[in-house]
């Protein structure tokens, strides 16, 4: 495996570890604290990464076993699902342990499965390798990450 690759893996696996770091410290009343008026709260970001990377978890594995294949997908709204989800009032423990989980087990798959990153996901928009697709899942949850440091960072709580 490539160098860069390995890189990938680990930035994409590390991903749930830095989470936790940024959430280490916050009580319930901080996880409701956001950035500012119409923002998400800390919990609503953090149930809306582990959403998503729920739906990119079943992607990154169909392509890794049908590479080629077509795979739809269906959209979603993020803001429906923070509502009918019930983002807000929710624990998050169970949706942090579940991400390392799911990105563990993902990274696992790429480190075993030969020529991994270079497999194929055909979707309706177009294709992707699980390279590509790994960077955007990375660039999504540290995207995320850092709302969460700057909602710290608003309301003055040190990350500790």
């Not at 990153?117 to 699980?130: E, F, P, S, W, Y």
């Not at 697709?133 to 309301?155: F, M, P, W």
Request: charged share 25%.
């Amino acid at each position: 495996m490539k160098d860069e690759d390995i890189k990938i893996i680990q930035l994409y696996n590390d991903a749930p570890k830095v989470l936790m770091e940024v959430l280490n410290g916050l009580g319930e009343r901080e996880l409701d604290l956001s950035r500012g008026e119409g923002k998400w709260t800390i919990r609503e970001i953090v149930h809306h990464i582990v959403e998503c990377d729920l739906n990119y978890f079943q992607i990154n594995r169909y392509a890794l076993a049908n590479t080629g294949e077509k795979y739809i997908f269906n959209e979603f709204d993020a803001d429906v699902w923070n509502q009918t989800m019930n983002h807000s009032q929710r624990a998050i423990k169970n949706e942090v342990q579940l991400f390392s989980i799911l990105r563990g087990y993902i990274s696992y798959l790429c480190e075993v499965i030969p020529d991994s990153l270079d497999r194929i996901l055909v979707h309706q928009n177009g294709k992707a390798t699980v390279r590509d697709a790994l960077n955007h899942d990375i660039n999504h949850s540290y995207h995320h990450i850092e709302q969460i440091k700057e909602t710290r960072r608003v309301h003055n709580i040190q990350e500790i």
